[in-house]
């Protein structure tokens, strides 16, 4: 199934490469970051780590005027100092073409792509598979507006709790006009559906699942290196069921295990900030609202007994990054450092928790 779904993809592709004069090239990237993490589950608990990430990435492309093919291969090995158990490695590998209809206009994207994430001890229950197939074009309708189609094919399988596989299904559409002032808009709209491999007949156990999502957002440039944007999403939950395992005395939600976007309505808003000093250092900062209301959660506390409210969180977040160039002296080298807070009001007392995040990173391509 998955090889006939693809095979329109890589016949068009090789149509764009037949008469086109090719050069080829090859990149490499590599990243290093130190994380202290104050709540590394995100709950109460409030566990802290140091995390060690190493990315690595290479890509060898095929070029000429109008397109680009390249194949690329990225890896994380993701390493916590005192919770073993939290250490894993992901890997992806997949090949992208990029078509011009006309010089430097209209790219249509084609790709596919094949990762997965392998996990340690119990947490080997969370090791994750997927295959993505993805399409998009943007159109310039003139020269400040563009609209931008795109679908997107996944197929999410967990290896070791299979209740939780599905295929999933993304359209959306985005606008984006600039205009004389230096202010651009960004309208988009999505539709989401996901559906489960494994079927069961229970009441309010959810068998698939869709949610629209609505995006805007204005920015505007000050000077020439300042800017500043906000920003509205709203995503509402078409189904009004969950999907969760109960095993012993613990019960497993998808939204534990990769954050089911499916699980709730959710409205987020925000404003942020960016001023670059000189070529070299950028500095950037987000301030943000979200709001989330679950359709078949119910809220428990401590002791795990639900209670007779669906669950409802209100989270408060802000974040502040600064980064520098350093290609004056070494090419391609950047350095980076964040700082990310955030409180998670809950009326489920598992999920009502503060968390505090320092990272410093040290990236180099070429």
Known sequence: MIKNSLLPIFLLINLFLLNSEIHSQFNFYTGYQLIYDDNIYNNYLNTSDLINNLQIGTAYNFESEINNLQFYYEGVLGDYKTNKIKSFNSN???????????????????????????????????????????????????????????????????TNFSVFSNYEHKAFL??????????????????????????????????DGSFIKFHLNIAQSF?????????????????????????????????????????????????????????????SSELRYSGRFFNGLFAADLFGTELNELRKDNQFSFGL???????????????SATFNYIRNKSNDFYYDYSNTIFSFSIDYGF
């Open 321 to 335: 990054g600064i980064e520098y160039d350093l290609d004056r002296f070494i090419s391609g080298f950047v350095l």
């Open 223 to 283: 000077s020439e290196n300042t800017g500043g944007n906000i920003f509205l999403i709203y995503r509402k939950n078409l189904t009004d069921k969950s999907r969760y395992v109960v095993n012993d005395s613990l019960i497993y939600y998808e939204e534990e295990i990769f954050n089911d976007l499916y699980a709730f309505d959710s409205f987020d808003a925000g404003i942020g900030f960016t001023k670059i000093f000189g070529d070299d250092v950028k500095l």
């Open 174 to 207: 985005k606008w984006i006009s600039n205009f004389e002032s230096e202010t651009s808009l960004m309208i988009s709209s999505e539709f989401n559906y996901k559906n489960y491999f494994d079927k069961y007949n229970f009441e309010g156990y959810a068998n």
């Open 92 to 158: 992806k590998v997949g090949i992208v073409n990029t078509h011009l209809f006309s010089e430097d206009y209209n790219p249509l994207n084609i790709g596919v792509n094949y990762s997965f994430r392998n996990n340690r001890d119990e947490f080997e229950v969370y090791n994750f598979r997927q295959i993505s197939a993805y399409i998009n074009y943007r159109h310039s309708l003139s020269e400040t507006n563009f609209i931008l189609p795109g679908y997107i094919f996944l197929r999410n399988e967990y």
